[in-house]
């Protein structure tokens, strides 16, 4: 069956079928890591919807909201290469009320690490996906680990509000030389790109290493190495259930995120550590 595109919540109804549905909520710019995504989901359920929408509320005053890249032709072109039953891509002023009023607040969570440089990032993001659940009602919803806090947010979410959805993380996706794949990456420069890689570097050094102090004395290492075009925003070390930081002694599965602008692009990556014996 060819592709439906869903416009609004009378075209999901019409459009869903009688069995298990997955849904892959997307801001687009489909990359191999949206692809992988696709594939998870369409191993989970009988049916996958993939949601196109570039959010407003995710995004703060002075970010990229208005030249995030829009590739819709191409996106549909992929969603029908891996075999996606529905594309969900709401025009932007119907997927708000214009006198909305309520919305979700991410809790101290929200505040820290990457909420801490994006102040309102994460309230914005659980309420759009929290939308996104109520239009389509997906038994299973497909997350990347890149984004490692998004993914432990809408966990909380769904587990502090009782949200009927089963929360699936995906493995980050790189490129051969461990750039993790991102929409922002076509923001780069090839000189910006080699300053880039840095950021996997520093995690793949700090991955090794079996303490919190050393995993971090690693990664920090590599990042003062790096060229003056880096500018870290930070390197923690967290619980990857609340994102707060572990220190020794520690023992079991954490997440070495950083956040860093080359250029005038700001790119995150994240590593999950096993600490201990
Ligand atoms: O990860 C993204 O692309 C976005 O944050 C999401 C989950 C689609 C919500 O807008």
Redesign the pocket.
Known sequence: MDLILARNRTDLIKARGGGTLALV???GALHEGHRSLIRLARDRADQVVV?V?V?PL?FGPGEDYSRYPRTFDADLAACREEGVDVVFAPAAGDMYLPDRQVSVCAGEMGRIVEGASRPGHFDG?LT??LKLFNLVRPDVAV??QK?AQ?LSMIRRMVADLDVPVEVVGAPTVREPDGLALSSRNRYLSAGERRVALALSRALRAGAGEPTPARVRAAASKVLAEAPPELELDYLVLVDPATFTEVSDPYEGEAVLAVAAKVGATRLIDNMVVRLGR
């Open positions: 909520p997307t801001m949601s929408f959010n995710q993001m759009v996906v997350f990347g984004d998004q």
